[in-house]
T-cell receptor
Framework: DGGITQSPKYLFRKEGQNVTLSCEQN?????MYWYRQDPGQGLRLIYY???????QKGDIAEGYSVSREKKESFPLTVTSAQKNPTAFYLC????????????FGPGTRLTVT | AQTVTQSQPEMSVQEAETVTLSCTYD???????LFWYKQPPSRQMILVIR??????QNATENRFSVNFQKAAKSFSLKISDSQLGDTAMYFC???????????FGKGTRLHILP
């Protein structure tokens, strides 16, 4: 089955710790995206990658970092510099950036206390 | 900058009724894509329907159809014969042909009542 997987579904961390969220796709899509969702805010773009070894900041990149070493994988690290990291994080992919609709993973709920 | 506005934060309708969700957008581009996504309580985002701006014909997918009014920059979603499983958050989204990312509205929470 082709699709996008995110793990884990729920993640708990102590304040001050970095944490990495996983996103893997087997759709052979070139582009991948990370969004943050807060109540009443809709989806806000954190980072996106059009192709392997390349990525760009989205609207709220501060306190986050990404890598794109493989086409299938686009992990997101939430660093201790992110002031309000507790949120629902969604990963998405599309065949090509800016040309095709995005398909989403099931999301990871991160809670930092 | 492009913006997407969904003016109805929350709606409720009875099962089997027809409901229309509103969406307006602002852009200076002539060619672009519009989408409706559904996010049920599981929080999995699902693409409902896609419209290309150069196509005059309104897109349809089974019980879901859109009313695309390009001059008015309006893109409403109509759900016919609504079902309990349609209960979800619905997001309208815009992607310009010159962009490489999608802009989402803040969503409309739809409740289908038994």
């Amino acid at each position: 089955d082709g699709g996008i997987t995110q793990s884990p579904k729920y993640l708990f961390r102590k304040e001050g710790q970095n944490v990495t969220l996983s996103c893997e796709q087997n759709l052979n899509h070139d582009a991948m995206y990370w969004y943050r969702q807060d109540p009443g805010q809709g989806l806000r773009l954190i980072y996106y990658s059009q192709i392997v070894n390349d990525f760009q900041k989205g609207d709220i990149a501060e306190g986050y970092s990404v890598s794109r070493e493989k086409k299938e994988s686009f992990p997101l690290t939430v660093t201790s510099a992110q002031k309000n990291p507790t949120a629902f994080y969604l990963c998405a992919s599309s065949i090509r950036a800016g040309k095709d609709e995005q398909y989403f993973g099931p999301g990871t709920r991160l809670t930092v206390t | 900058a492009q913006t997407v506005t969904q003016s109805q934060p929350e709606m409720s309708v009875q099962e089997a009724e027809t409901v229309t969700l509103s969406c307006t957008y602002d852009t200076s581009e002539n060619n672009y894509y519009l989408f409706w996504y559904k996010q049920p309580p599981s929080r999995q985002m699902i693409l409902v329907i896609r419209q290309e701006a150069y196509k005059q014909q309104n897109a349809t997918e089974n019980r879901f159809s859109v009313n695309f009014q390009k001059a008015a920059k309006s893109f409403s979603l109509k759900i016919s014969d609504s079902q309990l499983g349609d209960t979800a958050m619905y997001f309208c989204a815009f992607m310009g042909r010159r962009d490489d990312k999608i802009i989402f509205g803040k969503g409309t929470r739809l409740h289908i009542l038994p």
